[in-house]
């Protein structure tokens, strides 16, 4: 897991989602609520005015995420995003997204995703 120091404390980068869909940038961490930023903008957009689009896009992302680490469990890099590889079996269990199933069994299976640690346990346990 990557660890940074900033002045506000400590932040775990892993965990979170963030990336950019359109004039949007969405960052949905492991705690607490999601945040949409129009870029256009420069405003915060509660996440509640977009409604199941908003969703969509988020399992949509994370799927691209598992598929990748699925195709290279080894990758560190995601186009797009600062998130880590394990943000993206994180939160197909918060989200409780049941089409992730067979990719999460897939990486259960022994799928490294980072140089310290290794994707254990039951992940379909998370759905």
Known sequence: MRL???LDGWIWMDHVLAFCIGERAI?????????VIDLENLEVVPASDLGHHLVADVESFV????EKLVENPASRYFE??????????????????SQATDLLLKLEKGASVSK????????YSLL
């Open 27 to 35: 960052l949905r961490p492991w705690w607490g609520p999601m945040v």
């Open 116 to 123: 310290s640690s290794r994707l254990e346990g039951n992940f």
């Open 80 to 97: 797009g995003t600062i998130s880590g590889p394990s943000a993206f079996p994180h939160h197909a269990g918060l989200l409780k997204m």
């Open 4 to 6: 940074g120091r900033q």
């Open 63 to 66: 799927m691209k995420g598992l």
